[in-house]
């Protein structure tokens, strides 16, 4: 009985909760292909690539964040709603690669469509409740993951700050964490 409830628990939150369990599931398959990874050159240098500009979007995006309090419209999110989960994507599809593991791609999709068509709403719900007209109007100018060319407001300043984006991800400490699991993952390079 403790079994079917615990497991029914599982299921109903990863069906109603999933937010619960983004981070830990995208931090759990860094892991796994850091280990289980058999690295090829030809494969691990492009994948060490997506990595670094996964981590550098996710650094971008993390110090213009101002949560709860402005709607942000510059730096990465004058192209693109959601640029940390384009962060994600990125360094995701980067480890899949790097990693030369045949199932680790198909792994990271099935995670991607688990996890971010409902994180993508429920984000885009919060930010319209709290900004309402203004994230009406942005949302019209700008793609959730697929960049604009041109800056939502062209000319606005921009005002990046790393003590922003430690205070409110975390994100140094999270690039250190990834670039740990890539320098790991580089030893199984044949």
């Known amino acids: 009985m403790a079994i079917t409830f615990g497991l029914q628990r599982f299921f109903d939150d990863i069906r109603y909760h999933r937010e619960r369990f983004r981070q830990s ?15 090829k050159e030809f494969l691990f240098f492009p994948g060490v690539v997506l990595v670094l500009l996964g981590i550098a979007e996710r650094m971008w995006a993390s110090g213009h964040i101002k949560k709860n309090k402005v709607l ?44 971010y068509p409902h994180a993508i709403r429920s ?28 800056p939502y407001r062209p000319g606005q300043r921009s005002n990046w700050s790393f ?22 993952l580089s030893f199984g390079l044949q």
């Open 72 to 115: 942000a419209t510059d730096g990465p999110y004058a192209y693109v709603r959601h640029p940390l989960y384009v962060g994600n994507l990125t360094l995701g599809f980067g480890f899949a690669l790097a990693s030369s593991l045949w199932w680790s791609l198909p792994l990271y999709i099935v995670i991607l469509l688990l996890f």
């Open 163 to 184: 003590m922003q984006s430690l205070r409110q991800n975390g994100e140094p400490v999270i690039a250190a964490i990834l670039l740990f699991w890539l320098y790991i």
């Open 123 to 150: 984000e885009d719900e919060k930010l319209h409740r709290l900004f309402k007209e203004e994230w009406e109007h942005w949302r019209k100018e700008t793609h959730a993951l697929i960049p604009r060319l041109s």
């Open 25 to 39: 599931v995208g931090f759990l398959f860094v892991i796994l292909v850091s280990v289980a990874g058999k690295p």
